[in-house]
């Protein structure tokens, strides 16, 4: 993959992308939309997402994605949309998620992620945070499902919609 400074969408569900996800995501500087899902040699953490400024929509769904969302997801002021779900990462919501003032949506649940949902998130469902959805060792009374409750009959695949 070369550099594409002026991508703005990266489209890449089920497509045998494998490696490391951290190599990836330098190329997607400039891009409002990357959606990564269903590409299970996809591996790594997710990296430090500080130069991710103008992303507004990112999914990485049914990957092996590992370890935890790092705090400096709030970098991403743009975010809409982050989509998660079913991977293998570990570790509790970042704070930081309540300051992404823009965020429509976030679903982490197929995860083994644990500990309280953080008030600064749940401050965020109550004023613009539609969809709130995690894994039910999560700690959450705003959240809006738990667990398989949020993948019925593969709707969140289906609800889908670009935001630009």
Partial sequence: MINQPALVAFYAANSDIFGNIATYMPYFTAAAEVWLDQNPKLTGTLPSLESQTSLQSFSVTECSIQGSIPPSIDNMTQLKQ???????????????????????????????????????????????????????????????????????????????????
Avoid: H
Avoid at 99 to 114: C, D, E, P, R, V
């Fill in 82 to 164: 982050i989509w998660l779900y079913k991977n293998q990462m570990t570790g509790t919501i970042p704070s930081s998620i309540g300051n992404l003032l823009n965020l429509k949506t976030f679903a982490s649940f197929g995860n083994q992620m644990n500990g309280a949902m953080p008030g600064e998130v749940c401050a965020l469902k109550r004023s613009r945070l539609k969809d709130l959805e995690v894994d039910c060792a999560v700690d959450c009374q705003c959240c809006t499902c738990c667990g398989d409750a949020c993948d019925s009959g593969g709707r969140r695949l289906l609800e889908k919609k670009r935001w630009l």
